[in-house]
């Protein structure tokens, strides 16, 4: 009887061993243990707990029991150590480290496979997004989630359409505060013909006038996808522009 305590104490100290973490007590159909839970293996515990070869570390209710978590102290190494067959623990020891190594390269190659699937849909966005947000800004608005074309970009705009941008801007830079350049959104709703103006005949005028050297536009330099109301936005070469200031 004692041979087989031992035996149990010997076995749950190597456990002990490997997982500095601390480790349940007693096994359970769902988790490992250091013992197994049977009569002869709580006898062997308690023995353990009351000679300081192992320490409970952290307990918690389960039902009406106590789940316990205990490590290995020094004085339970030092006796694996001395009393042990060096032979066994040193078996057991590689069997469990084994059996980590495995764990962590099934734990790699899962965050490996994760880690390419992201890059996938990544890699993806990236390709769809600049292909949505052309398709927005230089066709139109969209309604009801389709996009309708708007005017030609080759359309003349009108005199009086390109006189009120240009007085928008000058209004925009001379105000206190305003030394930025002035979105584009921001830009159309100041325009004095906003609710008669669409935003292709407001892109028509912009191409225009920065044609004719009377405006600069400048590019969006954050993430396409984080690009605010994207259908005021146009392509100038091959920048996204976003803000627009009076030459």
Known sequence: MADKSNRLIFEALTRAAAEPAGMPLYA?????????????????????KADGLIEVVQTEPKGRAVREVCVLTDKGMHFLAREANPR??????????EDRQSAVTELADSAA???????????????????LTLTVVTNGVPMNGILTPSRPATTAAPDNLMADVRARLAEWHAASGSSQDCPLPELYRKLESNGQVSVGQFHDALRQLYDDHQIY????????????EPAFALMVGHEVAYYASIR
């Open 28 to 48: 359970q159909k769902s988790e490992p243990g250091l013992f197994p839970a049977t009569t002869l293996a709580r006898t062997a515990a308690d023995r353990a």
């Open 88 to 97: 066994q623990v040193l078996e057991d020891l590689v069997r469990v480290l």
């Open 113 to 131: 496979r994760m880690a390419a699937g992201l890059q996938a849909v990544r890699t993806a966005i990236e390709q769809v997004l600049p292909k």
């Open 217 to 228: 536009l400048h590019p969006w330099t954050g993430p396409l996808y984080a690009l605010p």
